[in-house]
């Protein structure tokens, strides 16, 4: 009885298909590392950055030449019969740049309602910048767009239910519990749970 000979087991196949897709894995990753790197990406690559950030604890004043103790605390001041000011009013004279407090996402440019002409920013923690009553808009700022803190996003104005007061920003900052004063944040002293 001779002995017979077993072909060895070709591995050879599974090799090729298992080294196939490592490659295409690799060449994937460096793909996407590659995109998420470039300009077209920013907004999502901002908004995965702004939403592992923690939310703000102190923030510049937002108007050029404005000294935060120069602002006065309005925040929940009533205004008419069924509402309070959710946010503190930042005189200068019309036409002084507005600059955003943080890197955000620019939500919304609209021009409605009691605030007028207004933007909109998604900052750090995913809270939400309200600038109101804005004279106009910084050329070239976009719903979608990224704004670095101090770029410039409009004017000092009276829009809005303010037409006719004296310029200001209204100036607003809201977070998961609803507005929050800004005031505190502008002079650098919030504190844990405001």
């Known amino acids: 009885m001779a002995d017979e000979i077993r072909p060895g087991r070709d591995y050879a196949p599974a090799a090729r298909r298992w080294v196939t897709a490592i490659v295409a894995i690799l060449v994937l990753a460096g793909l996407a590392s590659w995109a998420w790197r470039q300009p077209f990406a920013a907004r999502w690559r901002i908004g995965w950055e702004l939403s592992r950030m923690p939310p703000a604890r102190a923030l510049p004043v937002p108007v050029d030449g404005v000294g935060a103790r120069s602002i006065a605390a309005t925040?929940?001041?009533?205004?008419?019969?069924?509402?309070?000011?959710?946010?503190?009013?930042?005189?200068?004279?019309?036409?002084t740049p507005v600059r955003s407090a943080t890197l955000?996402?620019?939500?919304?440019?609209?021009?409605?309602?009691?605030?007028?002409?207004?933007?909109?920013?998604?900052?750090?923690?995913?809270e939400r910048y309200y600038y109101a009553h804005l004279d106009d808009w910084a050329p070239g700022l976009h719903a979608g767009g990224v704004v670095l803190a101090g770029d410039r996003i409009g004017a000092v104005g009276d829009s809005g239910n303010a037409r006719g007061t004296p310029t200001h920003l209204h100036f607003g900052v809201y977070g998961r519990q609803g507005a929050r004063d800004p005031l505190p944040l502008l002079r650098g002293d919030a504190h844990d749970g405001d």
Do not use: Y
Not at 79 to 94: N, S, T
């Open 75 to 95: 925040f929940g001041a009533p205004r008419g019969r069924d509402r309070r000011h959710a946010g503190i009013d930042i005189f200068a004279a019309r036409g």
């Open 104 to 126: 955000g996402i620019v939500v919304s440019i609209r021009e409605a309602g009691l605030g007028g002409r207004q933007v909109w920013v998604l900052g750090p923690g995913r």
